[in-house]
């Protein structure tokens, strides 16, 4: 997929620099074309003679020495790549590129490319678990660009915990899935598709200070609605309250309760041929809406709260569906994942199911990844890895692909 490919390897300062030589080689046996950029600190680590040697090519370090066969060396090699890797990528340079900082020959090759980049940092674990560290990634995430997280082990300063460079092999096959992924999204494969997804929690009122809700931040079906506009396909998001900004080009429908939801989603469905289900919808709410806060009352321990049943929605709508149109339900389930999946297609009239066991580590509400198990109409069952939820996204849209 990568044979006869120009990809910018990009080399950050930590101990695992030397591990660029074996991701050279290993595309090198794939058939791309390397161009080595390196930071100044990652000169302290491996000399740029060494990489020069690997490629064929020469290894750029400084921005302002005298270009080697290119006009505007950093316009040149964004525009030259297909595909732009930073291994070992230290949490600096994640740092700068998601707080738009461009100093140096990577950086600013990093800003000026429109081709996919992909980040596998290596660092100390306390390091790559502080929420700033954390955050800027997520940052990078939702700004488009991929990340290979590390793996676990003994690091070189002695520490054990996440933090390692990925497997030279996984980062291989991830920068291949990616490569392919984009490649996808350039085709607008998703074009004349109309498309309603659900996101987020509900939140169902007590009174005007408390509300009964979930754990959902939005970001699954955020990520499904990002990719259906980069494949060309129009989308209406109807989500509950969450932290995140609108992706752009989707046209957005903010509601707080289940009953707004319904609402919603009775009015948009009629417009739509795809429907996909990711909210976390709460099944009851308070049976009263008070008026004003409840009040303490000094003599009781305890007090009750009478809930009523929510519109189940997916359900609703699984009554309405017609011929041609297509209803993808998603399940958070934390045990018999598979059966409870199974009863859920029937009773809701689905196409498939996406069911994710949110008590495994990394799937599930509010991370970045997930694991799920696609289950369809016809009883064919597949489970993912734990990759990042925008890759689950494209994958939903790829099996509603093969339905139309
Ligand atoms: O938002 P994130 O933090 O990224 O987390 C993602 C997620 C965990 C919320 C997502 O992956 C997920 O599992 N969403 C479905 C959550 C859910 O409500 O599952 P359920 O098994 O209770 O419901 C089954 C299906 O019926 C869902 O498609 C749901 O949207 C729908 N439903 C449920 C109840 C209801 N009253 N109306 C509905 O339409």
Redesign the pocket.
């Known amino acids: 997929m990568l044979r006869g490919k120009n990809v910018v390897l990009g080399v950050t300062g930590g101990i695992a620099a030397y591990k660029a030589c074996e991701i050279i080689s290993g595309l090198k046996k794939i058939g791309a074309n390397i161009d080595v950029i390196m930071t100044k600190s990652a000169a302290e680590f491996i000399t740029p003679y060494t990489f020069q040697s690997l490629t064929g090519n020469p290894a750029i370090l400084n921005m302002f020495e005298s270009p080697k066969y290119w006009d505007m060396e950093h316009i040149s090699l964004a525009q030259k790549s297909d595909i732009l890797l930073i291994a070992p990528a230290t949490a600096n340079i994640m740092g700068k590129v998601a707080n738009g900082i461009a100093d140096d020959m990577l950086t600013t090759t990093i800003m000026a490319s429109n081709k996919p980049v992909v980040f596998a940092p290596a660092m100390n674990t306390k390091m790559y678990e502080n929420p700033v560290v954390q955050k800027n990634m997520e940052t990078l995430i939702a700004r488009g660009y991929h990340i290979i997280p590390p793996k676990g082990g003994m690091l070189a300063c002695g520490d054990e915990g996440q933090g390692k460079l990925q497997d030279v092999t996984i980062i291989l096959e991830e920068l291949q899935k990616i490569y392919q992924k984009e490649l996808k999204t350039e085709k607008k494969d998703l074009e004349g598709l109309k498309f309603l997804v659900?996101?987020?929690p509900t939140r169902e009122i007590i009174d005007p200070v408390r509300f009964l809700s979930n754990?959902?931040?939005?970001?699954?079906?955020y990520e499904i609605a990002k990719a259906i506009v980069k494949r060309g396909g129009r989308v209406t998001l109807i989500s509950g309250p969450t932290s995140l900004r609108a992706p752009e080009g989707v046209d957005l429908v903010l509601v707080e309760t289940?009953e707004e939801m319904f609402e919603a989603v009775k009015k948009a469905y009629p417009q739509c041929d795809i429907l996909i289900?990711?909210?976390?919808?709460?099944?009851y709410r308070p049976k009263i809406r008070e008026a004003q806060k409840v009040k303490k009352e000094s003599q009781e321990e305890e007090m009750q709260l009478t809930l009523v049943r929510?519109?189940?929605?997916?359900?609703e709508l699984g009554k309405m569906k017609k011929p041609g149109n297509i209803h993808v339900?998603?399940?958070?389930?934390t045990e018999n994942i598979v059966e409870h999946g199974q009863e859920?297609i029937q009773k809701?009239n689905l196409d498939f199911i996406?069911a994710?066991d949110?008590t495994e580590e990394g799937a599930?509400?509010?991370h970045n990844t997930?694991i799920v198990h696609f289950i369809d109409k016809n009883g064919d069952h597949s489970k993912t890895e734990k990759v990042e939820?925008s890759a689950i996204a494209h994958e939903i849209l790829d099996k509603v692909l093969l339905l139309k």
């Open positions: 659900t996101a987020g754990h959902s931040t939005g970001k699954m079906g289940a289900k990711s909210a976390a919808v709460s099944d929510n519109p189940d929605i997916l359900l339900g998603f399940a958070a389930e859920k809701k996406v994710n949110v599930g509400f509010a997930n939820k």
